[in-house]
């Protein structure tokens, strides 16, 4: 069965470092999501984007966030000044539908991401 | 706000038996409904989607029923399997809205031998 694949599965950074989070998605999907999850807490959207540009973002999402796909196969979450905050399980979904909503996201098994 | 609360918040049963899970939300324009499991660490996987003609769906052991009225959705799982622990999280999506889904917090399963 696809698998959407994310590296690393755990980084550790020291606060005020960037970081890049990656996503290989499956080959035919076309819409690509990040979501965290903080420790015990539940899973919160970040940021969904289609055609090499963001469709929506959260309030979470702020200057400090950036995503792209730079080379049409990767999709990546930069954080460029950690945070003790962002310390969170991030994951990648993939969706494959222009009726998206109507289809399951195929969810990566997450990075952890632990700012210290 | 769009809100999705879960009930319980934990619950540990013996393997082999039979439990009910329950999502209520508060989203609207109403899309559609996953029931996803999440093991420890790992990404959610999906167990059901459903949208709002559907009263139930099943998926194996996993049978999902939804209350569009109501605005319920419970997750019935039939003879419980140490492998079925895990969170169990209802997520709802709305028309129109954001790309992103909400999400419950999730019920922590818990199967004993």
């Known amino acids: 069965e696809p698998e959407v694949t994310q590296t690393p599965s755990h980084q550790v950074t020291q606060m005020g470092q960037e970081v890049i989070l990656r996503c290989v998605p499956i080959?035919?999907?076309?819409?690509f999501y990040w979501y965290r999850q903080i420790l015990g807490q539940k899973v919160e959207f970040l940021v969904s984007?289609?055609?090499?540009?963001?469709?929506?973002k959260s309030e979470i999402f702020d200057d400090q966030f950036s995503v792209e796909r730079p080379d049409g196969s990767n999709f990546t979450l930069k954080i460029r000044s950690t945070k003790l905050e962002d310390s969170a399980m991030y994951f990648c979904?993939?969706?494959?539908?222009?009726?998206?909503?109507?289809?399951?996201?195929?969810f990566g098994s997450g990075t952890r991401l632990t700012v210290v | 706000k769009n809100q999705v609360e879960q009930s319980p918040q934990s619950l540990i049963i013996l393997e082999g038996k039979n439990c009910t899970l329950q999502c209520n939300y508060t989203v609207s324009p109403f899309s559609n409904l996953r029931w996803y499991k999440q093991d420890t660490g790992r990404g959610p996987v999906s167990l059901t989607i459903?949208?709002?003609?559907?009263n139930t769906k099943s998926n194996g052991r996993y049978t999902a029923t939804l209350d569009a009225d109501t605005k319920q959705s419970s997750l019935h799982i039939t003879a419980s399997q140490l492998s079925d622990s895990a969170s169990y999280i209802c997520?709802?999506?709305?028309?129109?809205?954001?790309?992103?889904?909400?999400f419950g917090k999730g019920t922590h399963l818990i199967i004993q031998p």
């Open positions: 080959s035919n999907h076309l819409y």
């Open positions: 459903m949208t709002f003609s559907e």
């Open positions: 984007f289609y055609n090499n540009e963001i469709s929506e």
């Open positions: 979904a993939t969706s494959d539908s222009t009726n998206r909503y109507n289809y399951g996201y195929t």
């Open positions: 997520v709802v999506s709305a028309w129109g809205g954001a790309d992103g889904l909400t």
